[in-house]
């Protein structure tokens, strides 16, 4: 159980339930339609592992896009990269993005970066019309239930393949592996046939079940271009070179459900 000293937040949007619950030891929690996202406390290995490893693998992306991501934290990490020369949030609810801003100061408020731009669309939609428009795109999505499930599908990946410039890099949300890996298993065997060198990553997450979450990683450049690169500014405090290394080490039950 996770305690809480007072609900700051509770919405229907028109598509999801929002809560901003304050807790003593988490700090400020948001939650989705009963699933907990984020907490002040641990989203920096959800937020630094899903945006840097794809980062540091491309080098110096100019264009990034980041599905889903309202809370602003993945935001606030690809914009610490000078290189960056625009960020796209393409995000189905505003209200995840207004709620995030006055309860999650944070992150920084990255909305005011010029930088970065706010598209309220459909990822399916979106990204129907971007070819080769992007260095490097985050998947940060909720779990695979209504409407989130279909960007887990072979097709969404097929269009953010396509959105990718050459040698561009995709991290994507991939849950977790003692509870999901069927679902894990499925989304590997198409990623494999589009990009040269998937691989499924994770971080530490204490809030989330089972203790932690995963991503997949896709790019026809492997994710160990990344290790030797300098971080941007700014300090990490989750990720650092051994980090980074060993979130690709996989327990040998899940090696076998995955690459079956």
């Given at each position: 159980?996770?305690?809480?000293?007072?609900?700051?937040?509770?919405?229907?949007?028109?598509?999801?339930?929002?809560?901003?619950?304050?807790?003593?030891?988490?700090?400020?929690?948001?939650?989705?339609?009963?699933?907990?996202?984020?907490?002040?406390r641990d989203?920096?290995?959800?937020?630094?592992?899903?945006?840097?490893?794809?980062?540091?693998?491309?080098?110096?992306?100019?264009?990034?896009?980041?599905?889903?991501?309202?809370?602003?934290?993945?935001?606030?990490?690809?914009?610490?990269?000078?290189?960056?020369?625009?960020?796209?949030?393409?995000?189905?609810?505003?209200?995840?993005?207004?709620?995030?801003?006055?309860?999650?100061?944070?992150?920084?408020?990255?909305?005011?970066?010029?930088?970065?731009?706010?598209?309220?669309?459909?990822?399916?939609?979106?990204?129907?019309?971007?070819?080769?428009?992007?260095?490097?795109?985050v998947s940060?999505?909720?779990?695979?239930?209504?409407?989130?499930?279909?960007?887990?599908?072979?097709?969404?990946?097929?269009?953010?393949?396509?959105?990718?410039?050459?040698?561009?890099?995709?991290?994507?949300?991939?849950?977790?592996?003692?509870?999901?890996?069927?679902?894990?298993?499925?989304?590997?065997?198409?990623?494999?046939?589009?990009?040269?060198?998937?691989?499924?990553?994770?971080?530490?997450?204490?809030?989330?079940?089972?203790?932690?979450?995963?991503?997949?990683?896709?790019?026809?450049?492997?994710?160990?271009?990344?290790?030797?690169?300098?971080?941007?500014?700014?300090?990490?405090?989750?990720?650092?070179?051994?980090?980074?290394?060993?979130?690709?080490?996989l327990p040998?039950?899940?090696?076998?459900?995955?690459?079956?």
């Amino acid at each position: 159980a996770l305690h809480y000293s007072q609900k700051l937040v509770d919405v229907q949007s028109d598509f999801q339930h929002i809560e901003v619950y304050q807790s003593e030891f988490f700090g400020k929690i948001l939650v989705l339609d009963g699933i907990i996202q984020l907490t002040e406390r641990d989203n920096m290995g959800y937020h630094e592992m899903i945006t840097h490893v794809p980062m540091l693998a491309v080098g110096s992306p100019k264009r990034v896009l980041i599905v889903g991501g309202g809370d602003g934290g993945s935001l606030q990490q690809v914009l610490r990269y000078p290189s960056v020369e625009e960020a796209v949030v393409c995000e189905l609810d505003q209200q995840v993005v207004d709620v995030s801003r006055q309860y999650f100061p944070f992150f920084g408020d990255p909305w005011s970066d010029p930088r970065a731009k706010l598209v309220v669309q459909d990822a399916f939609q979106y990204l129907q019309d971007q070819q080769g428009s992007f260095d490097v795109i985050v998947s940060d999505t909720t779990d695979p239930i209504g409407m989130a499930e279909r960007l887990f599908s072979e097709e969404f990946y097929q269009l953010m393949q396509r959105a990718l410039t050459p040698g561009g890099a995709i991290a994507t949300q991939c849950e977790q592996m003692f509870f999901d890996s069927e679902l894990i298993h499925e989304i590997y065997t198409f990623a494999k046939q589009l990009t040269r060198n998937p691989a499924y990553y994770h971080a530490l997450i204490p809030t989330y079940p089972g203790g932690g979450i995963g991503f997949m990683y896709n790019s026809d450049t492997p994710w160990t271009a990344g290790l030797d690169r300098p971080y941007p500014p700014g300090q990490m405090n989750y990720l650092n070179p051994e980090v980074h290394r060993a979130a690709f080490a996989l327990p040998e039950f899940f090696r076998r459900q995955i690459y079956k």
